[in-house]
């Protein structure tokens, strides 16, 4: 009678186990590093919590990436012209999704896009210096394009 307790007792943890993970029980995963596509997405509570793949990137991209809910506005309003605006699967609306690929409720999806590119970066640190210089958000929409826009 032990015997078939013992048997019984591992089986019913792995069931249980395997039920969880199917329906979506457990630890959520959102909250690490994971591909999405070409990039890696991770979940945060807010622009102040920075993202861990930022470890492997400079001084000067971490610090980009520091500021962008300082310039969030701005950076909606801004197109970037390293191509990801034309990407056929998920298409960057704005400089800000190089950066960020989703804000609600949950918190902030980071993106490491930006950190990859020198395009993108250069136009985040030129609407910081830009700002820092007191220009509006309209006088630096206008000089993202003149500096930035091929066809300009």
Known sequence: ????????????????????????????????PHRHGNETWELEASYSDMPSFLDKFSGRTKH??????????????????????????????SLLRCYVADKNETGITWTDHSGQCGICTEELAKIEEWSKEGKTPEQI????????NPNA
């Open 141 to 148: 929409h206008q000089l993202i394009e003149d500096n930035f």
């Open 64 to 93: 980009l990436y520091s500021i962008v809910g300082d310039y969030e506005e701005v950076m909606k309003m801004v197109n970037c012209y390293c191509g990801c605006m034309k990407y056929e699967d998920d298409p960057h609306a």
């Open 1 to 32: 009678m032990k015997a078939k307790w013992l048997l019984a007792l591992p089986a019913a943890v792995l069931a249980g186990g395997i039920l969880m993970v199917a329906c979506g029980g457990g630890v959520s995963k959102d909250s690490e």
